[in-house]
């Protein structure tokens, strides 16, 4: 394992934490991760920096992290048409207006409600003023929204990308009718990603993936989203990239390699590539935390992911997987305590501080560890004032890994939720299937697919695996037997599983035609 003191740390880019109060969460993991952003917003975001900025543009030294600005598209009328507009549907349907009408009649609607007369006449030669094929085009992009059922305002509603016109990015609106960028949803967590992709070995072949299959501009529903855009609306905001401390970490590989593991499926259509990869995103994520507190709390390996296949059915196998769940948020705060601790270890103010009893040495080691400022008058114990500190660290809101995993996992698939049982490790079918198409290139016996979990990410689900995870496991051999067999019986039903005999069953991903590099 590579530790702390043997990473690489980055300088932070002039300017960005400026209005951070507290350093820790971002010098241990990166800036930001906030908990109301969904892994399918990290993705989004993630695929918005590329579409101005592809990945490999530029790229990090050992004394330089990249200082990166790219640009929001607004696409204000498009997603007016798609998220807003509640005329077009009904005068469509209305018998009572003449089809010769209803174009027109749409139109006065749609201006009014935009606040800007003409704003829709580009949309006249489009669709030769057409109501029914405008219809048609944003009925497409509708179909296409991400998390439907959400009550969010219009300006923070998304579509699933296969094409670079279907970025909506998370932006405000003021009373004056401007655009600017929000953080309430996009809260850096997708440019992290990015970074990890930019600084991975694999960053050329990753590029080559997105643009072919999520950026293309032919994309046959791309061609409606841009049909729907106004040409003449140029409209952008501008914004610089977040911190990802450390230059190189084994996970920026392994996220790479299994975005080229889903985007390499050539036999599912783009529309499908959307989902598996924000859950394998999300994953990663959970893993790179993983390791980076494991890293600073000096453990010998990452916080194992104990995953239940079972629904709960078996009692003690649920209980160990949500002891697991609350181990991983403990390093979380683990980590946040070491950080610190060997931050003042090692700065001269704070051990002449600690000896002379010296207030001023003391504030002088929190500026210079952590950025931050003691404001009240007196300092009495030391010692006192690093448990306050690490206390509010570890009780912050924004950039707190302690409390972004949970909806991190639960939004992703790797956690179930129940009343009167709380949260554990549990997959969804949906991440078993990203599982399956990021790792699995044709075919593999059922053993070695859950033992290339447990090497890459730490899950254990089979008896095996809880063997080499643990020296004593947490609960009977059993239990993990029947995880394993609830596991080959959901992927069956999944037409992911086939077994030959009583001793071989094999793992098939069926979308993919040739075996990707990993």
Not at 30 to 44: A, C, K, N, Y
Request: aromatic residues 8%.
């Amino acid at each position: 394992m590579i530790t702390a003191n043997e990473e690489h740390l980055l300088p932070i880019p002039p300017g960005l934490l400026d209005k951070t109060d507290m350093r820790v969460q971002e010098m241990i993991h990166g800036h930001r991760f906030i908990p109301e952003q969904e892994p399918f917003m990290i993705v989004l975001e993630t695929l918005s920096i590329c579409t101005g900025i592809p990945i490999g543009t530029f790229t990090a030294t050992e004394n330089l992290h990249e200082s990166i600005e790219y640009e929001l598209k607004h696409r204000k009328k498009m997603r007016h048409l798609v998220f807003q507009d509640n005329a077009l549907e009904r005068i469509a349907a209305d018998e009572r207006i003449a089809d010769e009408e209803k174009w027109r009649s749409w139109k006065s609607h749609a201006e009014k409600a935009y606040g800007h007369v003409g704003a829709f006449d580009y949309l006249d030669v489009v669709f030769g003023s057409q109501i029914e094929k405008l219809l048609q085009a944003v009925r497409v992009l509708r179909s296409m929204e991400v998390d439907p059922d959400n009550s969010r305002r219009w300006t923070s509603r998304f579509l699933a990308v296969t094409g670079p016109d279907l970025i909506c990015n998370d932006l405000k609106e003021d009373a004056s009718g401007s655009w600017s960028p929000d953080r309430r949803f996009f809260g850096r967590g997708g440019e992290l990603v990015y970074l990890m992709l930019n600084r991975s070995k694999h960053a050329p072949e990753v590029r080559a993936k997105v643009d072919a299959r999520l950026l293309n501009p032919d994309d046959p529903v791309n061609r409606v989203a841009k049909a729907l855009c106004d040409p003449s609306e140029t409209f952008s905001s501008r914004t610089k990239l977040g911190y990802l401390p450390y230059l190189m970490q084994p996970s920026y590989d392994r996220m790479a390699q299994d975005w080229l593991g889903v985007l390499g499926t050539e036999r599912l259509p783009n529309g499908h590539l959307f989902e598996p990869l924000f859950r394998i995103t999300a994953l990663n994520l959970l893993v790179y935390l993983s390791e980076r507190e494991a890293s600073e709390t000096g453990d010998p390996a990452r916080e194992p992911i104990v995953l239940d296949m079972t629904d709960g059915r078996d009692k003690q196998l649920l209980q160990c997987c949500r002891a697991h769940l609350n181990r991983h948020r403990a390093a979380a705060n683990r980590a946040v305590q070491s950080y610190v601790d060997r931050c003042l270890s090692e700065n001269v103010h704070w051990i002449h501080g600690v000896k002379k009893g010296d207030s001023g040495s003391i504030r002088k080691a929190f500026e210079e560890c952590f950025d931050y400022i003691i404001n009240y008058p007196t300092i009495g114990d030391p010692s006192k004032v690093k448990r306050e500190f690490v206390d509010n660290a570890i009780s912050r809101d924004k950039n707190n890994a302690f409390t972004y995993i949970l909806p991190l996992t639960k939004n992703s698939g790797l956690v179930a939720a129940r009343r009167r049982v709380g949260t554990w490790f549990a997959a969804s079918d949906a991440m078993i299937f990203a599982m399956v198409l990021s790792n699995v290139a044709g075919t593999v016996e059922l053993r070695d697919f859950v033992s290339r979990l447990h090497d890459r990410y730490g899950i254990v689900i089979g008896p095996e695996e809880a063997r080499k995870e643990f020296e004593r496991p947490p609960v009977g051999v059993a239990s993990f037997e029947r995880n394993l067999a609830a596991l080959e019986h959901r992927m069956t039903r999944m037409s992911l599983t086939q077994r030959l005999s009583d001793d071989c069953a094999f793992v098939t991903n069926p979308y993919r035609q040739a075996p990707h590099a990993s």
